[in-house]
């Protein structure tokens, strides 16, 4: 079992910068990034493999959101640039024990989940 704790939510103005950060409990094969906002489904935002550090990203994020990791510390980030109020939704950490290879890929483990608020 794999626990992770998210952290780097908060409100922010439309335009600026957040950056969330996920810590694991243990060694995982792949990490990620999903999103859900107030009466809308849950969505895949960004993604990393763990050893070759792949990167996949939603659409609508591309360009704005980078997603990387930090091995020793087993964490993942998420940094969010240009934010927008559509961004505005829980954000959360998953774990994969797969490589994934894309957004349809299962993930595991879920974080508790962050808030992020964008206000315009």
């Known amino acids: 079992q794999v626990q992770l704790v998210e952290s780097g939510g908060g409100l922010v103005q439309a335009g600026s910068s957040l950056r969330l950060s996920c810590a694991a409990s243990g060694r995982t094969f792949s990490m990620g990034w999903f999103r859900q906002a107030p009466g809308k489904e849950r969505e895949f935002v960004a993604a990393i493999t763990w050893r070759l550090g792949i990167t996949y990203y939603a659409d609508s994020v591309k360009g704005r959101f980078t997603i990387s990791r930090d091995i020793a510390k087993i964490t993942v980030y998420l940094q969010m640039n240009s934010l927008k109020p559509e961004d505005t939704a829980v954000y959360y950490c998953?774990?994969?024990?797969?490589?994934?290879?894309?957004?349809?890929?299962?993930?595991?483990?879920w974080g508790q989940g962050t808030q992020v608020t964008v206000s315009s």
């Open positions: 998953a774990a994969s024990r797969t490589v994934v290879d894309g957004p349809k890929s299962p993930f595991h483990y």
